[in-house]
C-alpha cells in the first residue's frame, strides 16, 4: 500500500506465490491494521510484513509465516515500524530472520511468539542504522542466533520474555547491543561480540534468568536481583 493510504483487514487470508511477493505492505507513510489474517508467502526474500519509509504495520491474533531463502518474517526499514499482538511469525528457509530491522526501524512484540528453523536464520537481526525492538510476554526461538547484530545498532528491551537460540548462540553483536531483560525474562544461549567492531551491553533485573550454553563476551554486564547459570554446551 502506498503512500498515505490506512488499510484495516479483518480475518481471511493472504497468500503469494514468487520471488519478492510480499504478504503484507506499508510503504510512504502509509498504515496497514491485520487482525485475524493468516499470511502466507512462498519465494526468496518474500517478506510476511515489509514496513518501508515510515510505513507502520499493526497485527492483532495474526499469523505470518514464510517459506523461501531471505524470506523474513516481519521486515522493517527506513524509519518504519511494526507492532506485533497476541501473533505468531514462523520463517523456515534459510537465511530467513523472523524480524529484521535496519534504517532506524522498530518492531514491537507483545504476547507474541517468533520461530525459525532454515539454516542460519536469527530470530532477530539488525544489520544497519539504529533500531529499537521491545518485547512483552513473548519469545524467540531461532535457529541461528536468538539476536544477531550484524551491523549498526540495536536497543532491546525484555518484559517476561525469551530469547532462545537453538544452535547455542543467544547474542551474536558485530555492531552494538543495548539490552535489558527485567521481570523474569530468559535468555538461552551463548553471547558473542567481535572484538573489533562490536559493543555488548545487557543488564539483567527483576528476576530474570541467563542460561550460559558456551563460552561468551560482553563489553558489559549488570545484574540486579537476577542469575545466570553457566551449563555444557
Not at 528457509?93 to 507474541?112: F, H, I, W, Y
Not at 536468538?146 to 551491523?151: K, M, R, T
Not at 544452535?167 to 523474569?184: C, H, Q, S, T, Y
Amino acid at each position: 500500500f502506498q503512500q498515505g493510504s490506512d488499510v484495516t483487514l479483518t480475518g481471511g487470508t493472504v497468500e503469494t506465490h514468487g520471488g519478492k511477493s510480499n504478504g503484507l505492505s506499508a510503504e510512504a507513510t502509509a498504515t496497514v491494521h491485520a487482525d485475524g489474517v493468516r499470511v502466507s508467502t512462498h519465494g526468496a526474500t518474500a517478506y510476511g510484513a515489509r514496513a518501508y519509509y515510515s510505513g507502520a504495520i499493526s497485527l492483532q491474533n495474526t499469523r505470518v509465516s514464510t517459506h523461501g531463502e531471505g524470506a523474513s518474517g516481519l521486515y522493517a526499514n527506513a524509519s518504519s515500524s511494526i507492532d506485533a499482538t497476541a501473533s505468531s511469525i514462523r520463517t523456515d528457509g534459510p537465511a530467513a530472520a523472523g524480524v529484521e530491522l535496519l534504517s532506524a526501524a522498530s518492531v514491537t512484540l507483545n504476547q507474541s511468539s517468533v520461530t525459525t528453523s532454515g539454516a542460519g536464520s536469527h530470530g532477530i537481526l539488525g544489520t544497519y542504522g539504529d533500531n529499537t525492538v521491545s518485547m512483552s510476554d513473548s519469545v524467540v526461538q531461532a535457529s541461528g542466533s536468538a539476536l544477531e547484530v550484524a551491523g549498526g545498532s540495536v536497543q532491546a528491551s525484555l518484559t517476561r520474555s525469551s530469547l532462545i537460540g537453538a544452535d547455542g548462540v543467544a547474542l551474536n553483536v558485530n555492531g552494538r547491543l543495548d539490552m535489558a531483560a527485567d521481570d523474569r525474562s530468559y535468555i538461552s544461549g551463548a553471547a558473542r561480540t567481535n572484538p573489533a567492531t562490536g559493543k555488548s551491553h545487557l543488564s539483567l533485573s527483576g528476576d530474570s534468568r541467563w542460561d550460559v550454553s558456551g563460552a561468551s563476551t560482553l563489553t558489559s554486564l549488570s545484574n540486579a536481583g537476577s542469575r545466570i547459570d553457566f551449563t555444557p554446551p
